[in-house]
């Protein structure tokens, strides 16, 4: 038994994909879209269990992690940092109290644990082109939490520096600006230089301030998708509240991807070979591949696999519904070529990523487009038996047209739609 606990110590840097949404809020702009965190571990501190002391910090060398989510950002005016700067105020331990405050308090407008939420804090971030403070969702394709936020972010902003303000405590405590779960272990931290940016902030009395929209990354021109543009309100002035508002634009099909669907319909059941361990044993009677460069649905019987793999190999990205773990394990029982080294975009398995569980196709498309399977795949199994290919083919390009059409839809508007447990319709953020 130790008389130690370990505190990770890492170190934090976020990426805007795709701005959302933006409004001015009294002498600052906040903005709200989707982001790219990045976390590198870089060691761990142990400490005392009676006092908590630190008596010694272990390095690690871990790969990064990396994950896209939601969360709204907060820039602070150049202004107000030559303001702190030459009162002598530590501006970085400023932003970064702000930072921890501002988590601190989203349980109270928002139905959520601050553990659910993570925050960067950044001097110069090179998109915005000033310091920024971002919170974000601390999930993978976000909660939605942040965007509540974002809503009521007059609110916000006025509960975070009363928290600040209310606290009895001369340089900073949990209860207002530290963090149990800060990667540098809460410092630099300075609770009154965070008072003295957020008072700057709300009373305006920064002066004017001039934002610029940040720049998107590569990554973003690269899915095609448009540059934001602004519709300024009627007042367009600092303290006056909600205004300039970025409108978001619905993504352009993007005409260099070509990309393919694909669905196979098996000779045999699972029972028939021995389990769903066993599904290179099953066979193909039909493989439908819908192509985006074409638009046509192209129809593959098992002696035209060789066919399809070349086929397949000719695309830049294949979707599919449990591509992975079925369709591409039934083929793999009739070819040596390898598909699991295909760009694959697994529908199933974004979702499952998403809510911990599975949920089937019919019951996505019916929520999100409308549309149902037109058979399964036991009636399939039992037209095999009676030769019906024609009806094979025809249940078969259903489902690869249902879900490309569910593709389609989560790559226009980042979610897809299903009925949870307690029969409410809700959203699952996807991406891609």
Known sequence: EVNYYTRARSSKSTQIIEILDSKIVKATRMGFGRLRITEQVTGYDRKLVATGRSIGMVPLDLPPLTFDTRGLWIQIPDEIRDRLESDRMHFMGGIHAMEHAAIGIMPLLVM?????????????????????VFVYDAVPGGLGLCRRAFE??????????????????????????HSPKCGSGNRPIDKHAARQILECIISGSAGPAKFQLPDLPAAAVERNEHPV?????????????????????SLQKNATLRYGVLDIETRRSAAEVGGWNKAENMGVSCAVLYDSHSGRFHDYSQ???????????????????????????????????????????DI????????GYRLSLDHLAQNTLGAKKSADGLMALQWWQQG??????????????????????????????????????VRVPVSW
Do not use: W
């Not at 959520?112 to 920024?132: K, Y």
């Not at 009521?152 to 600006?177: K, M």
């Not at 070529?337 to 975009?345: E, G, I, S, V």
């Open 303 to 345: 002696d035209q696999v060789p066919a399809l793999c070349e086929h397949l190999s000719l695309l830049d990205r294949v979707v599919g519904f449990n591509l992975i773990r079925f369709d591409y394990k039934v083929l793999a029982g009739l070819s040596d070529f390898d598909f699991y080294r295909l760009p694959t975009l």
């Open 348 to 355: 199933l398995m974004k979702v499952h990523e998403v809510l």
């Open 112 to 132: 959520t644990d601050r553990n659910d939420l993570g925050g960067i804090s950044i001097p110069f971030h090179d998109q915005v082109q000033t310091a920024a």
């Open 152 to 177: 009521h972010a007059d609110r916000f902003l006025h509960a975070t520096l009363e928290t600040i303000t209310s606290c009895p405590c001369t340089t900073g405590c949990p209860a207002c600006v």
């Open 229 to 249: 543009t602004l519709t300024a309100g009627a007042e367009d002035l600092p303290g006056a509240g909600i205004h300039t508002r970025v409108q978001e634009i």
């Open 388 to 425: 019906e290919m024609d009806k094979i083919i025809e249940y078969c390009t259903q489902d690869v047209r249902v879900t490309r059409d569910l593709y389609r839809f989560g790559r226009d508007n980042r979610f897809l739609i299903f009925t949870n447990k307690a029969g409410h319709q």
